[in-house]
């Protein structure tokens, strides 16, 4: 099995910055009862303006003190997490990259970009809307990460108006949870949308990444799939290397269901992350994000399809593996849904699989003395993000709908980090 997992240092240097983040956001006092109450209204009142009709997403929410903390003490701490577990299985799959130079648009109060410091980059530039977000994220980068001041490049600036790119080049350009906010009432957001990216893509050195995060909610991450297909459709260089296990466009958009993608990290919450998702009536059990990331082309060689040296997971069964697997059917790709149950009782996962297109592994219901054993178990312990490849299955009615027979093998690829 492949697992992600972080070194010791890396470890200890996020929570060195988590534990700056969260001082900056209680003003460098340890929250009382009466403050922590007071942060979680206002967070509610974010999450609330955030969705449904969204009145926040226009407005300059983090110019605004009590918005700007309350934003630090919960969504600064949770996107801090989940870049830090995109970025941890970018790098388990291409173990070759680095990131020294980090473009962060429509940053925040940094969380991305410290991400990107626990994994090694030295030099950032963030740009946003809020200068006062701006100025929290220089003082955390500061403080928290050690950077140098003259490493740290800062652009007030709103993405939606007409401005010069900063000049790179950056062996990363990242977004998180600030796509959905841009054009979100123009009917040509996409269009919009793509534009912006495409002119961040002209300042990552061959070679480099683009990271995209989104909330795992319909109304943000199915625009980002549809934003994914047409970036690779107009950009033939450009590589999809993650999650996705291929480049072909997405199946989850052409499903009847209008299901969608995304990531879902284990994790134990920080103590005031916990109490303030409580008061707020917030699920933060788990970590979910739906993300994709592009790699752009070298200069010397174009793009090329994934291999197995490259990528573990996106390549196709070699005879070795087919020899070893003398089976009906399997299935080799990425988890992405949660345990789906038929009328029959029968517990389903969808698989994308490296070909594009999408599969069914499904088990009988859990019967028996030693549930534990059974193929349902098997799915119900599968989690979505998982890379998997399950061999010995049973074709059932359906295309790419594989069953789960006593001698039929699940065998995980990579699993995503936990925290």
Known sequence: MHAVQFTKDQIAFAAHILHQATALACGNQHPDHRTIEKLGQTLLSLQRGFTGSREKIA???LQRQNYLSAYMAYYWPVSFHQVLGALAEIKARYPQASWTSVLDLGSGPGPAAAAACVMGASRVTLVDASSTALQVAQTLLMQGAGMAASHISILPQNLESIFSMPEGPFDLAVMCHALN??????PDALERRTVLLERALERI??????LLMEPSAHYASRPLLAL?????ERNPSLRCIAPCPHGAPCP???AENERTCFSEWQWTPPRLVERLANLAGLDKSSLKAAWVAFQTAKLSTPAAPMTDEANPVSSSATSEQAHRCPVSLSLRGRV????LRNKAGRIRRLVCTESGKLATLSAPPVTGQDPA????????NLQRGDC???????????????????????????????F
Do not use: K, M, N
């Not at 050195?205 to 683009?210: E, T």
């Open 252 to 254: 989850l958009l052409q």
């Open 181 to 186: 906010e841009l054009w979100h009432t123009q």
């Open 59 to 61: 407005t300059s929410y």
């Open 388 to 418: 998997i490849e399950a061999c010995r299955l049973e074709p059932r009615p359906g295309a790419l709908h594989g069953g789960l027979l006593p001698d039929s093998t699940i065998s995980f690829l990579l699993r995503p980090p936990s």
């Open 373 to 380: 054993s059974s193929g349902s178990a098997a799915l119900l």
């Open 336 to 339: 992405v849904s949660d345990p």
């Open 205 to 210: 050195a061959p070679g480099g990444v683009l």
């Open 228 to 232: 994914r297909d047409l970036l690779l």
